[in-house]
């Protein structure tokens, strides 16, 4: 069983930045690759980033990308979603994601572990 425990949410205005972690325990880091997604309120969830087990690959929703960056500690078992120029629509309770192997997914229900979510808030 993976866990992962999100942290670094919190209120900026716009044009700001924040940056998530994802702490990942229960199963070797290496070999889980990474996904966030986001949820506005009545809004679907839907995938922001994700990257892969190995590091060397990721993808980027078209609303983010640009401004978004995705990145993982081996060291530190954790993952990193750095947002930047942040905007008033990128409010939601942000998700950490987790599957097995090395494929890149943007696809919510490719993913088998997920943390319990952080909220962000970009005042305008």
């Known amino acids: 069983q993976v866990q992962l425990v999100e942290s670094g949410g919190g209120l900026v205005q716009a044009g700001g930045s924040l940056r998530l972690s994802c702490a990942v325990s229960?199963?070797?880091?290496?070999?889980?690759?990474i996904g966030w997604f986001r949820q506005a309120p009545g809004k679907e969830r839907e995938f922001v980033a994700a990257i892969s087990s190995s590091g060397g690959s990721a993808d980027f929703a078209a609303s983010v990308k640009g401004r978004f960056t995705i990145s993982r500690d081996y060291a530190k078992n954790t993952g990193y979603l750095q947002m930047n120029s942040l905007k008033p629509e990128d409010t939601a309770v942000y998700y950490c994601?987790?599957?097995?192997?090395?494929?890149?997914?943007?696809?919510?229900?490719?993913?088998?572990?997920w943390g319990q979510g952080t909220q962000v808030t970009v005042s305008s």
């Open positions: 229960g199963r070797t880091f290496s070999s889980v690759t």
């Open positions: 994601a987790g599957r097995s192997g090395v494929v890149v997914t943007t696809t919510r229900d490719t993913y088998n572990y």
